[in-house]
């Protein structure tokens, strides 16, 4: 066991660190500025600002989401919107990046309107950096839904059969609304959701890298994993087993998930519980955090949500078998009409073990190896992984890629 006085002393210097990211964050934002920002887009109704300080913050899941900070704007007449900013982490993208990321989030909602998916409305982006923002940092402003974050493991099975089948009639509408590429929702010249980059990279000057939009499935992964392996390359991921990585993707890139060109359809990647609103009677009121949604596979897009995945027997056992939560969805998606396609996709979880193989960095060794081993089995059909037996072959198939 971790002895208490250290691990109390750990928390204290995570707490005194984060508290100093808000607090950068907060000097950042001129509070004036966007409360009249707020009052002019409501047409001149009088509103109040609220930007809990970092000792009221760091506690709270309502203001702290992440990677971002949610102040809250309460207006005279009883409406609540929320104002949301990135936090300015270590580790946080580069300003191009973080700038499309957040106009990708509002691009996000602005296509979902259209759909019956239970999200905020919004109405107003800016840019970090940006001249013309008054306000410093960048943010979004959108609608404050009711409701509370759903706690998937205190739910009775009647509590989770009932939003099983609202989850499901949300899939069924998604389904309705297809895309044209793979990649991430941005807005038009004419203001209009389209299908931009998938991911980025950055040239010796800093310039961004679009990668995307593609027409195929693997086309997106290909390139995701090849510009991984140069990521290996140069030093700047998996330092602790370069070598180990390089022959992990190389083994992915040969046994790539069936091959889709679309159409494709909006994934929520952090399908937690945390991020479904419901009310006292588990009714879906809301389903937040849209940062990184991508338009994917259908494969991908319909997978069932990582709320319902039994993660302890994922990264620990390397096994793949359906959870009884995701059985329940597949059956609920079974009895929609024309939805047997989706309920197929429901118990598959295979790109969602392609993307954890490609972002599990062996640092974490244990994880890195339960993980590669679950894709492994469920990719080749076999129920036993032996690593150093795979890694000898992997070697002589592969070699060491210059590393």
Known sequence: MRDPAKLKDLNT??????????????????????????EALRGGINCTVNLPSPDQAYFNSDILGGCNYHGSIVFDDGKTWLARFRLPNHNEPPLQERNFDRRSEYAVYRFLDGT?????????????????NPVGAGYILLEKLAGKPLAWHEASEVQKEKFSRQLASIYVNLEKHPLNGLGRVQLSSMGLPEVGPAFFDYDPNGKLIPFG??????????????????????????????????????????????NESGPFFLRHVDSRDANFLVDDDYNITGIIDWELAICTSKGS???????MYDLGEIYNEGLS????????????LREEKETAELSALAEKKMHFRVDQVIETDPW???????????????????????????YKKALSIYGDGGL
């Open 116 to 132: 019956a998916a239970p999200v905020p409305e919004v109405y107003d982006c800016a840019d970090d950096d940006d001249p013309s």
């Open 364 to 390: 974490d060794r244990e994880t890195f190896e339960s993980i590669f081993s679950g894709w492994w089995k469920a990719t080749n059909g076999v129920e036993t992984f032996d690593w150093d037996t795979w």
């Open 213 to 258: 939009p593609f027409s195929q499935s693997n086309d997106y992964y290909r390139a995701l994993i090849q510009q991984k392996i140069q990521l290996v390359r140069t030093g700047e991921i998996a330092t602790s087993a370069p070598l180990d990585q390089y022959l992990v993707y190389m083994s992915l890139l040969d046994s790539l998930p069936p």
């Open 13 to 38: 210097v995570r707490r005194t660190a984060g508290e100093k990211v808000i607090a950068r964050l907060l000097a950042t934002i001129n509070c004036d500025a966007l409360r009249l920002r707020a």
């Open 301 to 307: 897009a319909f997978q069932s949500p990582v709320l």
């Open 321 to 332: 078998t359906p959870s009884e939560d995701e059985k329940r969805f597949s059956k609920i």
